[in-house]
């Protein structure tokens, strides 16, 4: 039996952190809400992926650190212009129909760059 998908989510509030908990799917395991890039960062817990909510300032910021400090995490963004700065990156348009997919994109494309790396 495989386990969940552990995630972990970065918004810009608390409504946003949990529409994108919402939108996730069944099979992600939220494993932690965060408003604050610092909670993430510090987070010892094993996690698949990162949704970071692209509208923050500092999303793409928090991104490049991410994948400094967690290179084994999928980084999906939701929203935001920075197509760069996610392993995947989605509309907040398409949340609810496109997240779950998404999730599964991202660790896809994390895998095929961890091989490229």
Do not use: K, Y
């Amino acid at each position: 039996m495989c386990r969940a998908i552990w995630v972990a989510i970065l918004a810009a509030t608390t409504d946003q952190a949990a529409r994108l908990r919402r939108a996730a799917g069944p099979d992600a395991q939220v494993i932690l809400l965060a408003t604050g890039a610092e909670e993430i960062l510090g987070e010892q817990t094993t996690m698949d992926v990162v949704i970071v909510d692209g509208s923050r300032p500092d999303a793409a910021a928090f991104s490049a650190r991410l994948r400094e400090t967690r290179p084994e995490v999928a980084i999906l963004v939701v929203g935001g212009d920075d197509q760069e700065a996610g392993h995947h990156v989605i509309p907040w348009e398409s949340l609810e129909d496109a997240l779950p997919g998404a999730i599964t994109r991202a660790l896809i494309a994390r895998s095929r760059s961890g091989r490229n790396a």
